[in-house]
């Protein structure tokens, strides 16, 4: 038997996965104490398999994340699989000044070592996977990204970045038809401003869709939403795999114009449209 042990972050997706038959819910218990260190425990937890769905969105969330882990062995577990939809600290894996840490793998390392197996969704950089001291599976929710859109008008599926490229190209391929193309992108790492140099790409009357793995600040994908919008574009949607929303992003994006915005389960938010359980669970079933 496999029993999956959803994080309070990740609840919704751990049951879509218990719906689409991975295995049945246990129900952890999540408390913290006056000096606010936080305890996470399965106290109804009694099977060999245990399947960890995490999304560390915070600090608390990777603390948990490691309780979990202990947990279940504690509790007898003799096989751990950790599902990590959204990896913070992922976008760090590499130190961009001296005397910083690589904190995509000090993260990483600490996580290896609860657990016999990683899936990973979507990770910003692919190579942290190689940061992991277990077997690693990098799982890719782009095509589910597809799903809400419906009668586009000519569409063009357009990558904040040349990064991002192969999301947006994954995106209509699975819509169906439509072109593709990217913005060039700038990054000031000292004051953390983003500079968007448009294509080449008519846009005129165009319906756009703008296709990202992560929406943190929103300042990227708002300001290629503006570009769009000045040139003329008819609707622009923006699509990603991880809605982080952090600050006023929502506010930025409905600024700058964007009909309709639409992310994963990666990360529990109210525009959380798609599952990306299908994908997980294939990866899960090929193990």
Same mark, same amino acid.
């Given at each position: 038997? $496999?029993?999956?042990?959803?994080?309070?972050?990740?609840?919704?997706?751990?049951?879509?996965?218990? *719906?689409?038959?991975?295995?049945?819910?246990?129900?952890?218990?999540?408390?913290?104490?006056?000096?606010?260190?936080?305890?996470?425990?399965?106290?109804?937890?009694?099977?060999?398999?245990?399947?960890? %769905?995490?999304?560390? %969105? @915070? &600090?608390?969330?990777?603390?948990?994340?490691?309780?979990?882990?202990?947990?279940v062995?504690?509790?007898?577990?003799?096989?751990? $699989?950790?599902? /990590?939809?959204?990896?913070?600290?992922?976008?760090?894996?590499?130190?961009?000044?001296?005397?910083?840490? /690589?904190?995509?793998?000090?993260?990483?390392?600490a996580?290896?070592t609860?657990? @016999?197996? %990683?899936?990973?969704?979507?990770?910003?950089?692919?190579?942290?996977?190689?940061?992991?001291d277990?077997?690693?599976?990098?799982?890719? *929710?782009?095509?589910?990204?597809?799903?809400?859109?419906?009668?586009? @008008?000519?569409?063009?599926?357009?990558?904040?970045?040349?990064?991002?490229?192969?999301? *947006?190209?994954?995106?209509?391929?699975?819509?169906?038809?439509?072109?593709? #193309?990217?913005?060039?992108?700038?990054?000031?790492?000292?004051?953390?401003e983003?500079?968007?140099?448009?294509?080449?790409?008519?846009?005129?009357?165009?319906?756009? %869709?703008?296709? #990202?793995? /992560? /929406?943190?600040?929103?300042?990227?994908?708002?300001?290629?939403?503006?570009?769009? &919008?000045?040139?003329?574009?008819?609707?622009?949607?923006?699509?990603?795999?991880?809605?982080?929303?952090?600050?006023?992003?929502?506010?930025?994006?409905a600024?700058?114009?964007?009909?309709?915005?639409?992310?994963? #389960?990666?990360?529990?938010?109210?525009?959380?449209?798609?599952?990306?359980?299908?994908?997980?669970?294939d990866?899960?079933?090929?193990?």
């Amino acid at each position: 038997m $496999t029993t999956l042990v959803p994080s309070s972050t990740t609840q919704s997706l751990a049951a879509s996965l218990a *719906a689409a038959g991975v295995g049945s819910l246990t129900t952890p218990t999540y408390d913290r104490f006056a000096d606010g260190e936080t305890l996470a425990a399965v106290p109804e937890f009694d099977d060999d398999h245990a399947i960890i %769905v995490a999304s560390t %969105v @915070d &600090n608390d969330a990777h603390i948990e994340l490691l309780q979990l882990q202990d947990a279940v062995r504690e509790a007898g577990a003799s096989d751990v $699989t950790t599902v /990590i939809p959204y990896l913070g600290y992922g976008r760090q894996d590499t130190a961009f000044k001296a005397g910083q840490p /690589i904190s995509a793998r000090a993260v990483a390392r600490a996580i290896s070592t609860g657990t @016999d197996r %990683v899936v990973l969704v979507d990770p910003h950089e692919p190579s942290v996977a190689d940061f992991f001291d277990v077997p690693t599976t990098i799982v890719s *929710a782009a095509g589910l990204l597809a799903e809400p859109l419906s009668d586009l @008008d000519d569409p063009l599926f357009v990558a904040p970045d040349a990064g991002a490229i192969e999301l *947006a190209e994954t995106t209509r391929d699975a819509y169906g038809s439509g072109e593709t #193309d990217y913005f060039e992108k700038e990054r000031d790492y000292d004051t953390g401003e983003v500079e968007l140099t448009p294509s080449d790409a008519a846009v005129g009357g165009r319906d756009i %869709v703008v296709v #990202d793995d /992560i /929406i943190a600040t929103g300042g990227t994908m708002s300001g290629a939403i503006e570009v769009l &919008n000045d040139r003329g574009a008819g609707r622009v949607f923006a699509v990603c795999v991880h809605p982080v929303l952090a600050g006023a992003a929502r506010t930025k994006l409905a600024a700058a114009g964007v009909e309709r915005l639409v992310g994963t #389960d990666t990360i529990e938010r109210p525009i959380s449209d798609v599952s990306v359980a299908p994908a997980v669970a294939d990866a899960l079933d090929t193990e």
